[in-house]
């Protein structure tokens, strides 16, 4: 429950022609008779500045504006390639590849490495391996390979594959 002072400036436009200061209750009731909500505009001043409003309205509308705004950005979509640590030489030639298409089209990808418990107990350094194949090949290609942070980089590796500019 919000307690309002003994006096407030209630500036509504739509009801009166010029802000007013009227004490709490009147202002409550204000809002009540014309069944909309009584919203602190500025608590800093004195008498505290409030405002008659449809309080559920304007937070709509302006959801509404911000959704409108986010759909109108273009997006940066990256693209991402999921690898195993225990991937085959002709599978790894197919998505690098595939990582060659994406990459003259959006300039850059993400690469996915990752590795099973089973794996792991296999072959230990299997994360390192494919790892290193990866930025072998972006070497090779003249590709910039950067690793991302990952939680849990025994399991799991990221890298973002991009042109180098020249």
């Known amino acids: 429950m919000l307690i309002l002072p003994k006096s407030i400036k209630e500036s509504d436009q739509s009801f009166n022609d010029k802000p007013q200061i009227v004490d709490r209750f009147t202002a409550l009731s204000l809002a009540k008779h014309h069944q909309l909500d009584l919203v602190c505009v500025s608590n800093k001043s004195e008498p505290i500045v409030c405002k008659l409003m449809d309080f559920h309205k ?57 590795a099973t418990n089973k794996h792991l107990r296999a072959d230990p350094q299997c994360i390192e391996k494919i790892t290193e194949k990866i930025v072998k090949w972006g070497e090779s290609k003249k590709l910039k390979v950067f690793e991302e942070q990952s939680s849990n980089p025994l399991q799991r590796r990221k890298f973002i594959i991009s042109k180098i500019n020249e």
């Open 58 to 114: 304007e937070t709509f509308l302006s959801k509404q504006k911000q959704k409108e705004k986010k759909s109108q950005q273009p997006k940066a979509d990256v693209k991402e390639i999921r690898m195993k640590a225990q991937i085959d030489q002709n599978d790894f030639e197919r998505k690098a590849n595939l990582i060659e298409k994406i990459i003259e089209v959006d300039n850059r990808c993400k690469i996915s490495a990752s």
